[in-house]
């Protein structure tokens, strides 16, 4: 979809065109092509997005394994500033689709935020087999972020048959009868500090006999004089093996972003009377009761639900004793059961500054872990040693983080010990893997219907040698510039995400002891020459490739 943002982003890249042509300024441009026809040289316009101040990474895994998921997704935004979430090209797209696991977007550059005025957005996403997954994010600062987000599939549910009873709201005197004598199934489900009850209300007994059964017209039963009698049978599909997380509610006027922790996600399966499959209620009611008994730092709990265009959730009416109820007047219905904090996280926290000994850039995860080992949030580290970041949305507490060892380049990183998620300044030593030599890379990615531009792109991308079982590694590319580390004689694949589309570009680590010229494999669509910088101590690798012509239609090249 075309729109305003996007002509102003190709007015930016026409101002660039201006600026070159009228300045004559030599650095805009790389060494110059040849003509195919006349064998004139070609100057390359190389066009950058740095304009682009915050670049957003989000990761779709699978709630259980962790497993990405390389299905279809379509991904949406909504709340204050869902529509200021576009893609690299400019366009607010109303759907995302990828079959990557992941996508690479980002927030107009006209829309400032902060931490008194955050940018505020859920993300919505559908994937066939999964249950839908909507989760609403506060950004208070700029920079290179990503988002893990986890969905449940279907298939890893679990179903249970509950023993529910009969509320009778008529009566002089409301009665509620729940356990038959001598069942095996269970009353309730529970998990930990909460429990699930069920009841199928209802203002006398007519009302079970007025229901609509699956054997048609035929009513299973004429009448209900003893209550004793009845078996009332509620089956569940639901999880409850979430981890602990944050996101926005709505609490008291305000939404604040926030501690908050599913602690099951179920529907209805079937209710049966007596071994009879109900299939319409005809006015009675299902209520299901919550009550919880945990963690005091979670002050509220109940059934919630998210609202889409707010982007945040909202909470039925908190009560002092943590117990919540909800009616449902059809058998059609799902739950979230939930506990969250009304107090919101710090805006900005603890400064973190990774160093190393050799001039790399770097993609570093970690898990933070509470004070109880309980992994509450992860975060993702981008940049080029020496880089200073800092964490927002803390939480006012001491936490642990555990460095994921998925970077082949890197040794195992050290736990490490925060007082205060809060506040406070430390530092990360980060050594190179044995083995790994320094290199630069310098990517021009050339428009096949107009090989006079290119782009030299400030862009989130992946690493690994070809064909390998190692894990992808994450690489900061400046300007088409990036600082890796690499084994010597191997050949090397790199890719970027365009959209739902990866880019490759494969070089090889193999040049000439002499001059540090290039001495490796050609390879499709592709030019590669190398040489010494720096007193000899690395060698820089310039990649010319054909990217997808997509690229540069969607940039209007």
Not at 308 to 336: I, M, R
Request: proline share 3%.
């Amino acid at each position: 979809m075309k729109n305003s943002f996007k002509k102003y982003v190709n007015k930016i890249v026409s101002l660039a065109v201006v600026t070159v042509l009228l300045a004559g300024c030599s650095e805009y441009f790389d060494n110059p092509l040849k003509d195919k026809e006349t064998g004139d040289d070609i100057n390359l316009l190389l066009v950058d997005f740095n304009f682009f101040t915050t670049r957003m990474t989000f990761k779709l895994y699978d709630a259980k394994d962790s497993s990405l998921i390389t299905s279809t997704a379509e991904i949406s935004f909504s709340g204050k500033n869902g529509d200021d979430i576009v893609t690299f090209a400019g366009e607010k797209k109303t759907i995302h689709s990828t079959t990557q696991g992941q996508m690479e977007l980002t927030a107009d550059p006209n829309v400032d935020f902060s931490t008194s005025s955050p940018l505020e957005f859920a993300v919505n996403v559908d994937i066939d087999g999964y249950n839908s997954l909507s989760k609403g994010f506060q950004i208070n600062t700029t920079g290179k972020k990503t988002f893990e987000l986890y969905l449940l599939n279907k298939s890893d549910e679990e179903e249970s048959d509950i023993e529910g009873g009969i509320e009778i709201t008529g009566a002089s005197k409301s009665a509620t009868i729940s356990k038959i004598a001598g069942t095996s199934i269970k009353s309730a489900s529970t998990a930990g500090d909460y429990e699930i009850k069920y009841l199928l209300s209802v203002p006398n007994l007519s009302y079970i006999v007025n229901m609509e059964y699956e054997n048609g017209s035929v009513v299973p039963f004429e009448s209900v004089d003893d209550i004793g009698t009845l078996s009332v049978i509620f089956t569940v599909s639901k999880y409850s093996a979430y981890n602990e997380d944050e996101d926005v509610i709505y609490n008291e006027g305000a939404f604040i972003f926030t501690s908050f922790h599913k602690l099951e996600t179920g529907s209805l399966v079937s209710l049966k009377i007596n071994g009879y499959k109900v299939t319409n209620l005809n006015g009675a009611k299902i209520k299901v009761l919550g009550s919880y008994a945990g963690d005091a730092d979670y002050d509220l709990f109940g059934f919630t639900d998210f609202d889409t265009d707010d982007g945040a959730w909202y909470f039925n009416e908190p009560s002092s004793d943590l117990k919540d109820t909800v009616l449902y007047e059809t058998l059609n219905f799902s739950y979230t059961l939930a506990r969250a904090s009304s107090e919101g996280l710090c805006g900005t926290g603890s400064d973190i500054t990774f160093s190393s000994s050799v001039i790399s850039s770097f993609s570093i995860d970690a898990d933070v872990l509470n004070s109880d080992g309980v992994k509450i949030k992860a975060i993702n580290f981008k940049g080029n040693f020496p880089e200073t970041f800092t964490v927002e949305n803390a939480k006012s507490a001491p936490v642990k983080l555990v460095f994921r060892d998925n970077n082949p380049s890197f040794n195992k990183i050290p736990d490490l010990e925060i007082d205060n998620f809060c506040t406070g300044d430390y530092s990360v030593s980060v050594t190179p893997a044995s083995g790994y030599e320094q290199y630069q890379v310098v990517l021009r990615a050339l428009c096949p219907d107009n090989m006079t531009v290119g782009v030299a792109p400030t862009y989130s991308g992946e690493i690994k040698i070809k064909g390998s079982s190692e894990p992808w590694q994450g690489i900061d590319m400046i300007g088409g510039k990036v600082d890796i580390l690499a084994k010597p004689d191997q050949e090397y694949e790199m890719r970027l995400l365009w959209d739902s589309e990866w880019e490759y570009a494969t070089f090889s680590t193999i040049f000439n002891e002499s001059d540090g010229s290039y001495a490796g494999p050609d390879y499709a669509d592709t030019e590669i020459t190398s040489e010494y910088i720096e007193n000899k101590a690395r060698i820089k690798v310039n990649v010319r490739k054909k990217f997808s012509q997509s690229i540069c239609d969607d940039m209007g090249w």
